[in-house]
C-alpha cells in the first residue's frame, strides 16, 4: 500500500475518534467504534442510545444506527433500503479512492452478501440449495466425529484454549468437508478466512494489506479447485454451483468464485465465535455450565441465549435507495444507516432484563442470523455444530472453568469474541 494512502486511512481514524470524542461532550454519548472500552462493553452505548431515540446519527461515522429490535427489524424488511454500495455514485467515488487494484477487482465483483434482487435473489437460490434442513441435520454424526478428534487432542491437558481445540477447526472442517475441499488445505484457508474477517474493520494497513492478499488467494484458490473438477462436478456444495455455471445463464464464472469464497468464509469466524462466546458466558454465569450439565435438552434454548446475549456479527449495514422519511427520520440516496444486532438483541422491550444470560429463558427473540432476504443460510448448519461442541464438552469435562487472567475482547467492533480463552478442567 502506498505511504500517502496509509496516512490517509491513519488519518481518518484519527479524525473519527476525534469527532466521536466532541460528540460525547455536545450529546453525552456517541458511537465510538475503536474506543477499548466500547470494545470491551459495546451494550452500555447502545442502552444509553436506545433510551434517547431508536436511530442515532452518528457524526463520526456519518450513517444512522439503529438502537432498538423493531426499527432494525424494519430497515432488514424494508425494499427501499439495499446492500449494493456500487449504486451510490458518491459513496463509489470515496471508497475507490482508497483502494488497490486488487481491492477494486472485488469491489465490483461482490458477492451475494452485498447484492440486491434480482442478482441476489438467484444466487442465493442456488447456493441455499446446499443448506437444506433435513441434509444439515444429517450431517450430525459427521459433525460428532469430528468434534471427538478435536476434543481427542485434549485429553492430556490439564488446560487448553478452546479456540485453538475447537471452535476454530470444527468449522473449518465441516465447510471444508461440505465442499470437498481437501484436508492438508485446511490450515491454509482458516488462516486467510481470518486474515480476511480482521481487514473488515481496521484501519491498519498492514492488516488491510493481508485482507487484500487472502481474498486473491482464496479466489486463486477455488479457480484452482474449480478448473481440476469441471466435467466431473460431483454433489458437493462446489459441485453443485459448477453444474449451475456450466448449465449456462444462471451463475457466472466470477459469481461462481465469490460464491464459494463466501460459503468458506461467513461459516467460519462467526461460528468460531458463537462457541467461544457461549462458552464464555456460560463458565462466566455461575450455575451454568452445572445446570446444562444436569439437563442437556436445554443446550439449543442455550445456543439462542448465548446468540442474543453476545451475537459474533455485531452489526450489518444497509443503504437508502430513494430519498425517504423513515420511523421521523429524512433519509437521502445513498445514506448509510447500520443495524445494530448487539443493540437489538438487548432490547429491554423484547427481551426483559436483557443483560442478564439465562440458560432457562422463554421465547427469546434475536436477530444474530439477521432478518428478511439476507437471512443468514448458514444458521442451521452453525446452530448444529454448537451443539454437538456444547454436548460432547458437557459430558467430556463436567466440571470444566475459566482459566487464567479474564479473556479481552477482539478489536473488531463488528465481529465479537475473544482471541483466546483459556478453560481448566476444574
Ligand atoms: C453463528 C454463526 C453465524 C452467524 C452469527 C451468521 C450471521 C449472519 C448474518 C447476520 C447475516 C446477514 C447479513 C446481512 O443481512 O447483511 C448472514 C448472512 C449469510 N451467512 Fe451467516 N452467520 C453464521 C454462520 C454461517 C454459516 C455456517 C454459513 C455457511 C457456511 C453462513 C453463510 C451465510 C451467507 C451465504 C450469508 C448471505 C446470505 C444472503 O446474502 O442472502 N453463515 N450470516
Known amino acids: 500500500m502506498r505511504l500517502a494512502q496509509k496516512l490517509k486511512t491513519k ?19 456517541s458511537v465510538d467504534l475503536f474506543n477499548p472500552a466500547f470494545l470491551e462493553n459495546p451494550y452500555d452505548t447502545w442502552g444509553k442510545l436506545r433510551e434517547t431515540s431508536p436511530i442515532h446519527y452518528s457524526m463520526a461515522l456519518q450513517g444512522y444506527w439503529t438502537t432498538n429490535f423493531d426499527v432494525a427489524q424494519a430497515v432488514l424488511l424494508d425494499k427501499r433500503f439495499g446492500s449494493d454500495v456500487r449504486k451510490h455514485e458518491k459513496r463509489v467515488k470515496r471508497i475507490k479512492s482508497n483502494m488497490s487494484a486488487e ?3 472485488n469491489f465490483e465483483n461482490p458477492s451475494m452478501l452485498s447484492l440486491d434482487p434480482p442478482d441476489h435473489s438467484r444466487i442465493r437460490k442456488l447456493a441455499s440449495k446446499g443448506f437444506l434442513r433435513k441434509y444439515i441435520q444429517s450431517l450430525e454424526p459427521d459433525i460428532a466425529k469430528i468434534v471427538d478428534a478435536c476434543l481427542a487432542k485434549t485429553s492430556n491437558m490439564p488446560a487448553f484454549d478452546v479456540l485453538d481445540v475447537l471452535a476454530k477447526p470444527l468449522p473449518a472442517i465441516v465447510i471444508a468437508e461440505m465442499m470437498g475441499l481437501p484436508e492438508s488445505d485446511h490450515q491454509q484457508f482458516q488462516t486467510w478466512s481470518e486474515d480476511l474477517i480482521e481487514s473488515t474493520s481496521t484501519s491498519d494497513t498492514g492488516v488491510l494489506e493481508k485482507g487484500a492478499k487472502a ?27 459448477i453444474a449451475a455455471e ?24 462467526t461460528t468460531t465465535r458463537l462457541i467461544s462466546n457461549g462458552m464464555y458466558l456460560l463458565l462466566s454465569t455461575p450455575g451454568s455450565w452445572q445446570t446444562l450439565r444436569e439437563n442437556p435438552s436445554l443446550i439449543p434454548n442455550a445456543i439462542e441465549e448465548m ?29 448509510i444507516i447500520f443495524i ?28 444474530s442470523f439477521g432478518y428478511g432476504i439476507h437471512l443468514c443460510i448458514g444458521s442451521a448448519l452453525a446452530r448444529l455444530e454448537a451443539k454437538v461442541a456444547f ?22 467492533p463488528f465481529f465479537r469474541g475473544h482471541n483466546k480463552l483459556m478453560v481448566s478442567r476444574g
Request: a negative charge; hydrophobic letters at 40%.
Open 391 to 412: 454436548e460432547k464438552l458437557l459430558a467430556m469435562y463436567p466440571e470444566l472453568q475459566l482459566s487464567g487472567p479474564p479473556p479481552k475482547w477482539g478489536t473488531n
Open 246 to 269: 456450466e448449465a449456462g445463464d444462471t451463475l457466472s464464472e466470477i459469481e461462481l468464485y465469490n460464491t464459494c469464497l463466501l460459503l468458506l468464509v461467513a461459516g467460519h469466524e
Open 215 to 241: 481474498n486473491q488467494a482464496l479466489i486463486n484458490y477455488f479457480r484452482k479447485i474449480i478448473a481440476a473438477r469441471r466435467g466431473n462436478p460431483g454433489d458437493d456444495l462446489i459441485g453443485q454451483l
Open 11 to 29: 488519518t481518518l481514524l484519527t479524525l473519527m475518534r476525534g469527532v466521536a470524542g466532541a460528540e460525547r461532550l455536545i450529546k453525552g454519548h
Open 103 to 105: 481491492q477494486l477487482e
Open 340 to 367: 445494530s444486532i448487539a443493540a437489538g438483541n438487548r432490547d429491554p422491550a423484547i427481551n426483559p432484563n436483557p443483560d442478564k444470560f439465562d440458560i432457562q429463558r422463554q421465547d427469546i427473540k434475536q436477530i
Open 307 to 335: 446468540l442474543r446475549v453476545e451475537p459474533p456479527v455485531q452489526a450489518t449495514q444497509r443503504f437508502a435507495t430513494e430519498d425517504m422519511d423513515f420511523h421521523n427520520i429524512h433519509l437521502k440516496r445513498g445514506d
